[in-house]
């Protein structure tokens, strides 16, 4: 009976904890790369350890906490990579079908700004991928905190 109490709490401790963890991460992928901020984006990799340290340290972590933590990060970075590559073909198969619509309401000044717009939104799309493909993985983690 105690156990199933103690297995409850641990379970419940561990979703709220995935939940914390999660909130931090889009909030700070939301402010380095969604805002769109130049002082943002320059600060990124230093903002995002920075952050992750308040986070180890709010939760009075020790240096193997940390390193585990690290690893969890890793792992589910690479896992988020993964399930990018599998739906990335669909998401864009929408957005051609989409624009393709789009372009059939609009008239032909209309259609000439929109494609205009659309070169000029994928244009920054691949520079911001291509940013981000040139750096070293390692390098947004920065030092590993002890």
Do not use: C, W
Request: hydrophobic share 30%.
């Amino acid at each position: 009976m105690i156990a199933r109490s103690i297995k409850a709490k641990l379970l419940v401790f561990a979703i709220f904890f995935v939940g914390i963890a999660t909130g931090i991460l889009l909030a700070n992928f939301y402010t380095t790369r969604v805002s769109g901020s130049p002082d943002a984006a320059n600060n990124s990799p230093q903002r995002a350890q920075r952050d992750i340290n308040k986070f180890y340290d709010y939760l009075g972590l020790d240096a193997a906490q940390r390193e585990q933590m690290h690893k969890i990060g890793d792992e589910t970075r690479h896992e988020f990579q993964e399930l990018r590559k599998e739906t990335q073909p669909r998401y864009e198969e929408i957005q051609e079908r989409s624009r393709v619509k789009i372009r059939a309401v609009l008239n032909d000044e209309q259609r000439a700004k929109y494609d205009e717009f659309r070169r000029n939104m994928d244009e920054r799309r691949r520079k911001r991928e291509s940013n981000k493909n040139s750096r070293d993985p390692n390098q947004d983690r920065g030092p590993r905190p002890n």
